[in-house]
């Protein structure tokens, strides 16, 4: 078997492509639009331990991450494109890759959210989130001074129980918000899926990565 040693990006021995994607939500739309291109993995991915799948196409094969990773792998090229929410890229930072293309899937919205019945607020908010680094540069830009608190999950918990007055989330059909007695308060950004290539890989590995971006182009248009 191969080691990842042998699949860096500058490889030119192997000139193979290995593209990170997510199990979740957004894997089968993600699949869809691989498949609509020509590419399928050899085996099943939902129900598999597996990490790493080959595909019919020799050269390509898929990794199984979690969200937050696929960034990170595609950043030191061990990935050399992935498919990654905008939610997870902001809270990246975005280094190290291109976001060629929006591939409009995992379509949601990062917004601040807050109970129905706030009542009287302090000055100085307190701000649950997993994504620290977009909320932090949110208030930043509004020029409002927060405490930001970070969760791993159920955010929503967090104004129920006093933890913090507001969170910054996904929502997207705003039934967990509503379940919880919150209320979507402002928009932070549109979030769609995009495409996301490692800036090594594509000059080192061109002739294969720029037929694969304008092919997922024409399949999401
Ligand atoms: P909803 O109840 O449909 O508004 O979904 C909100 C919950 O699902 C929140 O806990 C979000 O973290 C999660 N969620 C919704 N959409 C996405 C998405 N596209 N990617 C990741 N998590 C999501």
Redesign the pocket.
Known sequence: MRTFKEHRPGDAMSQSITLAITK???LQEALDILDKIGIRPEEEIESSRKMVFPTNRNDIRLMILR?MDVTTYVEHGIADLGMS?R?IILEHGGNGFYEPLNLHI???NMMVAGLKDEGTLPNRLRIATKFVNTAKRFYAEKGIQVDIIKLY????LAPISGLAHRIV?????????RANGLVPLELIEK?STYLIVNKIALKTKYDKIQPLIDALGGATR
Do not use: A, P, S, W
């Not at 999950?153 to 929503?156: A, P």
């Not at 989330?169 to 918000?177: A, P």
């Open positions: 979740g939500r957004v969200g929410g939610d995992g379509q949601c999950g159920d955010m929503e989330d996904i929502v997207q059909t705003g039934n967990t918000l979030i």
